[in-house]
């Protein structure tokens, strides 16, 4: 079939453009700039050239955020993800029920994030908060703020608190968008509650998984609000993220140059990532299209 | 208009003036020879033109990256290598 194009339709963009170039274009280019040079302050750039990221990428310090970055992010995903499923099964599919339970859902999502860290920082503590307080009281030798164990437990906690939410809401939109033929099918053909789970609700829920997935890994790998709120990165490095680390870097020591390489490197990996998720949708929706058609 | 925060340098702007560069050409091309439509090649995915230049732009940062990170500061080995991976790159992805 022959399409008609439209290329005036270009113009239509440059608004957005503009906007994006203001917001996120300059300030790329800005940090590029100020990776390859350093300051000291007063505008005045001396020129670096690749030490910057040289420095970084043989800075044990920059692995081992990166590291329990990722760390971090797996062990959200692999909580979050199943239990958004979970939740999402059990949530009631009509009546009352259905507007109480999405209300509660979305509850968590709407609070802002350093109000989040800030709950979950009283909280957890062994004085005055009821978590800290009552695990005390039981027997657990619970401190967030001296036990690092403690500390990454409270974050991870945190977040599963904050964000499976979003995981459920996903999930639910998927799953009450299968027609009730499926079912009817399912039913007939006596499927236990595992087959039907497995070979209709899980492979008509994928696209929407694949979201939960890339938003929760890119937000999870991204974070600094939440923990920097509760623990500052403490105690020691123990939940020092790669986002808290280039924080310290560029506003705490003012070493500009190598936050910014480092910056450029975080960015590129989020990039990377980014892209490997986006191909793997859009193909799997193609690949599922074409099954479609040919089905 | 006083751009000095910016703190721009003789060698971040040629970067940046290639890429627009690159960007420009590829409109060119598009324009002059049609083509741009997606095609399956070694990664079993459609690309275009655009996908193949995003790779190669891409993957060319990580193996700077990997070049400074592992061999040493002397880049241009580097940048004739991402040379012949974008090349590769727009015949085979």
Redesign the interface.
């Known amino acids: 079939m022959n399409k008609t194009w439209n290329n005036k339709a270009w113009f239509m963009v440059l608004p957005v453009l503009f906007l994006v170039a203001i917001s996120a274009i300059?300030p790329l280019?800005?940090v590029?700039?100020?990776s390859?040079?350093d300051?000291f302050g007063n505008?005045e750039?001396f020129?670096a050239?690749?030490?910057w990221?040289?420095e970084m990428?043989?800075s044990d310090r920059f692995w081992a955020a990166m590291g329990r970055n990722l760390l971090f992010s797996g062990i959200v995903l692999l909580i979050e993800i199943p239990l958004g499923i979970l939740i999402a099964l059990n949530m009631p599919k009509s009546g009352w029920g259905v507007p109480v339970c999405l209300v509660l859902m979305a509850l968590p999502l709407l609070i802002p994030w350093n109000v989040v860290g800030t709950i979950w920082q009283v909280f957890g503590r062994v004085d005055i908060g009821l978590l800290g307080y009552a695990l005390r009281e039981v027997g657990v030798d619970y401190n967030y703020v001296s036990d690092p164990f403690d500390a990454w437990v409270t974050v991870i906690v945190m977040d599963v608190w904050h964000w499976t939410s979003l995981v459920v809401l996903l999930c639910y939109a998927g799953l009450v968008s299968i027609p009730d033929a499926y079912y009817q099918a399912a039913k007939i053909d006596g499927a236990s509650r595992w087959a039907v789970f497995r070979y209709i609700q899980l492979p008509k829920m994928n696209r929407v998984l694949l979201i939960a997935v890339l938003l929760r890994f890119m937000d999870s790998f991204m974070i600094y609000t939440e923990p920097f709120v509760v623990t500052g990165g403490g105690p020691g490095n123990s939940t020092t993220f790669l986002s808290i680390d280039l924080v310290k870097m560029a506003v705490g020591q003012f070493d500009i140059g190598p936050a910014a390489a480092m910056s450029i490197?975080y960015f590129?990996i989020i990039?990377?990532l980014s892209?490997v998720f986006y191909?793997v949708m859009t193909?799997y929706d193609?690949a599922s299209d074409g099954e479609r058609r040919d089905g | 208009m006083d751009l000095s925060w910016m703190a721009w340098t003789l060698p971040t702007a040629i970067f940046f003036g290639t890429i627009l560069l690159l960007l420009v050409s590829m409109a060119v091309w598009e324009y002059v020879s049609p083509g741009g439509n997606p095609r399956v090649g070694v990664l079993r995915f459609e690309t275009t033109r655009g996908d193949r230049l995003f790779v190669s732009l891409l993957g060319s940062a990580f193996i700077h990256l990997a070049w400074l990170g592992l061999v040493g500061p002397n880049l241009w080995w580097a940048l004739a290598l991402s040379v012949v991976y974008a090349i590769g790159v727009f015949r085979f992805v």
């Open positions: 300059i280019m800005t590029v700039n100020y390859v040079q300051t505008n750039f020129w050239g690749a030490e990221f040289e990428l043989t490197i590129l990039l990377l892209w191909t193909n193609a």
